[in-house]
């Protein structure tokens, strides 16, 4: 089990500080910066490359979201799911404080600003109500479990399964970046919620809520279609 926690630690770790610290670095630096298509390609390729990594040792998780969906789905131990929170949101807010840092070392620097943070009203990117940001959340969060699912199945291509997770999780960003900033991992939405001069503290609870429905919802539908014994 330490091996697993450790695994899920880095994990979504280097989620957090490959995905956020491509957004509060890269995406606005002038003639240069990546901006959202790069920052959804970032997240994408963090979860690819440590599910190639690690995902032998945990399972690759990296989200809290995603550990629900696949323990409703039959795939995960329900004893491990708290254990498992716990090393993802400890994760989280280590990349937070190592970005962070960085961060605070711009010779002009003011304030971490949203932090890449995610949010909905006038923390929303477009300034998009809570209700869209609630729908989408969720229904992003219960695809991304239906195609974690789908691509770890026995039935799949062996072996091509970070890659299918992680493009799907590019693809979630460029749909959402403009809506909710894109969680759909509590984990990462709490590490820089906590540095954020903004109210995605206050609106934390969104980015828990949404993203377990929808892995819940995900797990659920993978077992209805699933023909997996």
């Known amino acids: 089990m330490s091996s697993k926690l450790l695994a899920e630690f880095f994990g979504t770790f280097w989620l957090v500080l490959g995905g956020c610290g491509s957004a509060v670095l890269a995406a606005g ?7 959202w298509l790069g920052v959804a390609f970032a997240f994408g390729l963090t979860v690819l490359t440590m599910a190639f990594a690690v ?3 945990s399972g690759g998780h990296f989200n809290p979201a995603v550990s629900l969906g696949l323990m409703i789905a039959g795939r995960f131990e329900g004893k491990d799911l708290l254990p498992y929170w716990v090393a993802q949101v400890i994760g989280a807010i280590a990349a937070a404080t190592v970005l962070y840092v960085i961060v605070s070392g711009a010779p002009d620097f003011a304030g971490v600003g949203s932090f890449a943070s995610n949010g909905y009203g006038s923390a929303s990117p477009g300034g998009y109500s809570l209700m869209s940001a609630l729908v989408i959340e969720i229904v992003l969060t219960a695809f991304f479990l239906f195609i974690i699912l789908g691509a770890t199945s026995s039935g799949a291509p062996a072996g091509f399964a970070p890659i299918a997770i992680g493009l799907a999780l590019t693809l979630i960003h460029l749909i959402s970046i403009p809506v909710t900033n894109t969680s759909v991992n509590p984990a990462r939405s709490t590490g820089v919620a906590l540095f954020a001069d903004s109210p995605a ?3 934390l609870w969104m980015f ?4 377990l429905i929808g892995g819940a919802i995900g797990g659920l539908v993978w077992k209805l279609v699933s023909t997996e014994d």
């Open 55 to 57: 995902g032998h040792i």
């Open 208 to 211: 828990w809520v949404a993203p």
């Open 29 to 35: 630096v002038a003639d240069v910066g990546i901006g």
């Open 201 to 203: 503290l206050a609106q």
